[in-house]
């Protein structure tokens, strides 16, 4: 019953998202309760993980650096290239470059989770994207935007410690200590973060109700397109290189899924309000695409024999 949930996802969670567009005023006040929702999140991935997936982990770390260089060399990439086929106006174009070069999103931790990932290798990436951040978002951005904008760096490393390291090395903590209970609620976990990530989706589209109500189809095209070219090579290049396919499916979320709200940040105080819109409009689509993705995959992985 509790996969048949998650893999209906798109049915209960459509009338939340409706209600959230329609009546963004109740959601948008929810805005604190993100956080806290990560937070159990990523808490109740500790509970599926012990110490051996990060030691089996750390003996591939080839396979963390093939992660990052994707992120940070298709991504910028991709965004320059979209931005010149869409003739996407300055800001805009602006924007879409600045979500290209930020690091990896504590979003796709959760959705490698619902999508039977590496959740450990998930991790690792985004901490190691988070760290080289520090150098690369401005080079990037200097690179493409002949502006260089220098990263929050201790906020951005403050966030990943409170949002995804503490709750999951409690997680793992709690999971050793108390193995045989914890194996009793397991199975209602991925259900749990899949209604949390659900309440979430439709806060973020209530926050960002205005900037989506203005954002023109081809900035949608291009921001929808930009997440594929992520996903797609995520995917790709670790299949070539003979990776199975749940390592595939890691590295394909992790790519495709950006710290927008960076971007949005940077936009907004480096650029200008219109910079900001292809980050918000970002921040909805990786986490509609990746949560309608690992559904999928988790159906896919079920009936795999």
Known sequence: ????????????????????????????????????????????????????????????????????????????????????????????????????????????????????????????????????????TPLLTLLYLHQTVPVPALQMLYSLLEIVLLPLLAGIILNTCLNSWIRRIRPLLPLAATLAIAVIIAIIIALNHDSLTRAGPTVIAAVMLHNLCGLLAGYGFPALLGYDRTLCRTVAIEVGMQNSGLSVALAIKYFSPAAALPGALFSLWHNLSGTLLAAHWRRTHDETP
């Open 1 to 136: 019953m509790t996969a048949r949930l998650i893999q209906w996802f798109p049915l209960w969670a459509a009338p939340l998202i409706v209600w959230a567009w329609f009546q963004p005023a109740p959601w948008s006040d929810g805005k604190p309760a993100i956080v806290p929702l990560l937070v159990v999140i990523m808490f109740c991935m500790g509970l599926t993980l012990n110490w051996s997936h990060f030691r089996s982990v750390l003996q591939k770390p080839g396979l963390v650096l093939l992660g990052v260089g994707l992120q940070y060399l298709v991504m910028p990439l991709a965004a320059f290239i979209l931005s010149l086929v869409f003739h996407l106006e300055a800001a805009e174009s602006a924007g879409m470059i600045l979500v290209g070069s930020s690091a990896g999103g504590t979003a796709s931790n959760v959705i490698c989770y619902l999508a039977r990932g590496n959740v450990a290798l998930s991790v690792l990436m985004t901490l190691s994207s988070t760290l080289l951040a520090i150098a690369a």
